[in-house]
């Protein structure tokens, strides 16, 4: 498995990795919805509103516990909340980037949410060192976060530990479509984004950034390989708008 984790340009350690990439989030989290949005045609929103629903009967548990780890400016937080029912247990919103996170909260805390419909509560935290309770958990999901980890098998490794037994994991990410429709968007991806995120920022960065994490990142049949040698059952992925981004999914199994 050559891809052991994200290698933001200049990082030699997973240490240094992280930190760029917490660095550059920081940066980026003024204009990151707008960019998203924009970039992505608002496809994105259609996106985190299916990987919820692909838990939808987790998530209508009231008592269920659940995770958004990598919650940045909280999206995929909101689209978790919508199907959680009334006086349901608070969800835990974690990222370890403060200004996103701040971002968030706005969205999803307590306090704009109104006492009657559910929450989450923010969590400043990395993903490799979960403040959490070994088996606690029933849901974790991360939507575009998990390319973003300084190593890839800790980052699973960690989301099993706070995973009760059975408990369900979810994993949005960016991916390359094939075929014709993949050399055009190879086009849009590498050269155009880059350009105007660029041109948005004025500084080469982020959206460089972007493209060489996806590349980094292992294809479908390496990750589905890494998530079952990690402890995860019944891996699956599932490409969304023609393998452009995919969710995939597993179960804890009870031992690694
Ligand atoms: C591309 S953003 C995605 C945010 C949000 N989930 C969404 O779908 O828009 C990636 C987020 O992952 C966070 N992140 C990356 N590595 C992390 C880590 N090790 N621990 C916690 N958060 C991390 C970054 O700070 C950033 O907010």
């Known amino acids: 498995m050559p891809a052991t984790g994200a290698k933001p340009q200049g990082a030699t350690t997973e240490a240094d990795a992280a930190q760029a990439v917490r660095q550059m989030f920081d940066s980026i989290a003024p204009r990151y919805d707008l960019l998203n949005h924009v970039l992505s045609a608002n496809i994105d929103r259609l996106w985190w509103r299916r990987t919820a629903h692909r838990f939808r009967p987790i998530l209508a548990d009231p008592n269920a516990a659940v995770l958004d780890i990598c919650c940045g400016t909280g999206d995929m937080t909101m689209a978790l909340l919508k199907l959680r ?12 980037a ?64 706070v995973l009760k037994p059975g408990g369900r994991l979810g994993i949005l990410e960016f991916s390359e479509p094939g075929g014709r429709l993949g050399k055009a968007y190879a086009v849009y991806f590498r050269r155009v984004l880059p350009t105007i995120g ?17 590349d980094n990142f292992p294809p479908p049949p390496q990750m589905l390989a890494l998530m079952q040698s ?26 690694v």
Request: hydrophobic content about 40%; aromatic content about 14%.
């Open 85 to 96: 029912p009334r006086n349901s247990q608070p969800i835990f919103a974690a990222d370890f």
């Open 98 to 161: 403060r200004a996103m996170l701040t971002r968030g909260t706005l969205k999803f805390g307590a306090e704009s949410r109104g006492a009657d419909k559910p929450y989450a509560i923010p969590l400043e935290a990395d993903a490799l060192h979960l403040p959490l309770k070994d088996a606690s958990l029933d849901l974790v999901v991360t939507a575009f976060g998990f390319r973003n980890l300084a190593n890839y098998e800790s980052g699973l490794r960690e989301f099993h530990r």
């Open 198 to 214: 660029r041109l948005v920022y004025g500084k080469q960065g982020p959206y460089n950034y972007l493209p060489t994490s996806v």
């Open 230 to 255: 990690t402890g995860f059952a019944q891996c699956t992925w599932k490409a969304y708008t023609f393998g452009i981004a995919g969710l995939y999914t597993a179960a804890r199994s009870p031992v």
